[in-house]
């Protein structure tokens, strides 16, 4: 089978670029032919062994760099992305056009050249509605920024309507995602299919790691417990909550957590500012991480905390467990499907007391290890993409022949 997957971003740096490479990568090695259509700012951008790219390039505009014929605005987002704080809502109608008409060309020469038998698109939005338009059959999956964006603004309704409308197949990725889908997009309902999302065990696993010499990599000094958090520093991912709530367990126990948030964002001055104000004395920002350091960090941590507002499905989690790092997840979005009692705790959302609470109760747990190792057991049985695989080539089958 020769598939055509679509991305809104780059396949590093937020959820749903992890998704389409776990997704192509997995196919590949199941024999099928795949190539991704997707933004860059960038040609010095890993290509994947085995799979085509065809690239629609924008301009990094806090970069000197600049690319021949990209397009002169970075590539726009739902909230923000590590390489980008551009939004699909702040195109100007003249931006908007370009990105449009830059990939329909470049899907134009996709489906030239490759001549796929399904697209696979990312995202009710835009590159979904570009899919339809090239009358290949095509599933989307719904990520959840996507309907966030549809909530936020009327702008891009129409032609997420009219991709959902023309889609074999919508793919949901938590409960929560499903019933969104169904309760935003009706006359779709009939055609979800809940597939859960997977992670990729050859690049998440347990390290064999010394917890100093992890903190030293990134100037931390040493520390007893290690909490940590990945992803977006946005407003949903309610890392002002963990700040606020490591004020307590700080207070609690000096010097004997220390908290480190990975990842970059549209808040990342502001959060530094409030750490600032709170007087937090072991909380350390470190940026965008690649996947060896972030792997590393999981298997040093004593717990990983996804303190989001409202979170779609939640990949860090599983990449977290799958180096045995327990998670403290809130009891929202599609937390709930993975996290247990077994291998962390839920929350209630903008709770830092709660979560703080939460937070000295796993890194004093005195049966961490063995928590640790059910954790990795558990995300590798239930999540690993291997065994995900089979459900979404099957609604691919049955997709080319409705």
Not at 119 to 136: D, P
Not at 321 to 330: E, F, H, K, M, N
Request: charged letters at 25%.
């Amino acid at each position: 089978m020769k598939v055509l997957m679509t991305s809104h971003f780059p396949l590093a740096g937020s959820g749903s670029g992890t998704y389409t490479l776990n997704i192509a990568k997995h196919l590949t090695d199941e024999g099928h032919e795949v190539c991704v259509l997707m933004p860059e700012n960038t040609t010095n951008f890993a290509v994947p062994e085995n799979i085509g790219i065809y690239t629609v390039f924008f301009t990094d505009t806090e970069n000197s760099d600049r690319i021949e014929g990209a397009l002169p605005f970075n590539f726009p987002c739902f909230t923000s992305h590590p390489r980008s704080t551009q939004t699909f809502y702040d195109l100007s109608d003249e931006q908007l056009d370009a990105y449009m008409s830059a990939f329909r060309k470049a899907a134009e020469k996709a489906v030239k050249e490759f001549s796929p038998d399904i697209i696979h698109a990312q995202h009710i939005w835009l590159l979904s509605e570009i899919a339809r338009e090239t009358g290949i059959p095509y599933v989307i999956t719904a990520h959840g920024t996507d309907l966030m964006g549809y909530q936020k603004t009327a702008r891009f309704r129409k032609d997420a309507h009219s991709a959902a409308s023309g889609a074999k197949r919508i793919v949901t990725i938590s409960e929560d995602n499903d019933m969104l889908v169904k309760e935003l997009f009706p006359d779709c309902a009939g055609k979800t299919a809940y597939i859960k999302n997977g992670y990729d065990p050859s690049r998440f696993f347990p390290a064999k790691v010394v917890k100093e010499e992890v903190l030293a990599e990134h100037d931390i000094p040493p520390s007893a417990h290690i909490v940590l958090f990945t992803g977006k520093l946005t407003h949903f991912k309610g890392v002002d909550i963990l700040l606020q709530a490591a004020k307590f367990y700080e207070g609690e126990h000096p010097g004997k957590i220390t908290t480190i948030v990975a990842g970059e964002g549209d808040l990342s001055d502001k959060l530094k500012k409030q750490a600032k104000s709170l007087k937090l004395r072991n909380t350390h920002f470190i940026g965008f991480l690649p996947v060896f350091q972030l792997r590393n960090l999981y298997s040093a941590a004593d717990v990983t905390v996804v303190p989001s507002r409202r979170e779609p499905f939640g990949l860090v989690a599983l990449e977290a467990l799958a180096c045995g790092s327990p998670v403290i997840a809130t009891n929202q979005g599609g937390l709930p499907d993975i996290i247990n009692d077994k291998v962390g705790r839920l929350v209630d959302v903008d709770d830092p007391h709660g979560l703080a609470e939460a937070v000295t109760a796993e890194v004093f747990n005195p049966n961490r290890a063995e928590k640790s190792r059910v954790a990795a057991e558990y995300v590798k049985l239930n999540f690993a993409q291997d065994k995900l695989i089979g459900a979404l080539t099957d609604i691919y089958e049955e997709s080319i022949k409705r």
